[in-house]
């Protein structure tokens, strides 16, 4: 189809030159956005969060979880539970957006923005034909030279202080390390011995055995939500905005 006329002295449009020119700009203009369009919904089809937690008996963050799931349906959220040492080092080398975990096992100075979730004691988990079974609460003293099981420092980057304090109280240097809490709670069900265990996952490792309150010992930790200072998802930012309504100034590291 000709949309030129040339001659000599000019060069002017046909009429279906003029038609071209008229709607060519609406039709070029539509594919852009359209363009435009499907990028976007691409990316929003790939908006996904990752969050390696400890395993829990129940999580205080459902809330949170469901507010996301509701308000940005196009975020795929995945939280899958991991041993300690693994939630550290996902989040460390970026596998994981962010991690939760107990706060001393993370390193003083790991390069993270610390959240505090909620607060909690260690508790003493205790085989159902242990001779404590029947107690509601066990006395540190009441430990003395009971066989005990403890998880191994070297599972994490963190201060194990809360641990070494609770070793110290009991006078029981021979402690049996596990790698693993999943170590620790088949181990006790075994009869092998006790253990003393953050209250957040005490209950979890502890079906089937007694969980008794642990006094005469300040033990308390802090169960966070930690993330590098470098991660740039979107998706975590909007995380970390429900989040922060839900719990607020519970910043408690930059």
């Not at 949170?64 to 693994?86: A, D, F, G, K, N």
């Not at 001779?131 to 006395?139: D, E, M």
């Amino acid at each position: 189809t000709k949309l030129l006329n040339r001659s000599s002295r000019s060069v002017s449009l046909t009429a279906a030159g003029r038609l071209l020119l008229e709607r060519g700009g609406d039709a070029l203009a539509v594919l852009e956005q359209l363009e435009q369009d499907v990028r976007a919904a691409g990316k929003e089809a790939q908006a996904c969060l990752n969050i390696a937690s400890i395993a829990m008996y129940s999580s205080p963050l459902f809330e949170v979880y469901r507010t996301l799931s509701q308000t940005h349906p196009e975020i795929t959220l995945s939280v899958e539970q991991m041993s300690i040492e693994e939630v550290n080092n996902s989040v460390i080398s970026g596998e994981a957006d962010a991690g939760i975990t107990l706060s001393f096992t993370l390193a003083p100075e790991g390069g993270y923005v610390v959240r505090t979730i909620s607060t909690g004691n260690f508790c003493a988990v205790v085989p159902s034909d242990h001779p404590l079974n029947s107690r509601q609460s066990v006395h540190v003293s009441e430990l003395h030279d009971v066989p005990q099981l403890a998880l191994d420092p070297n599972t994490a980057s963190g201060s194990f202080d809360v641990v070494q304090r609770i070793t110290d109280a009991t006078g029981n240097q021979t402690r049996t390390r596990a790698k693993s809490l999943e170590s620790l709670a088949m181990q006790v069900k075994a009869g092998i011995g006790i253990v003393t265990l953050p209250e957040h996952v005490a209950h979890q490792f502890g079906e089937g055995c007694s969980v008794l309150e642990l006094q005469g010992i300040d033990t308390n930790y802090s169960l966070v939500l930690f993330h590098r200072r470098d991660c740039e998802n979107p998706a975590l930012a909007e995380f970390i905005r429900i989040f922060d309504k839900a719990f607020p100034n519970s910043v408690i590291k930059r």
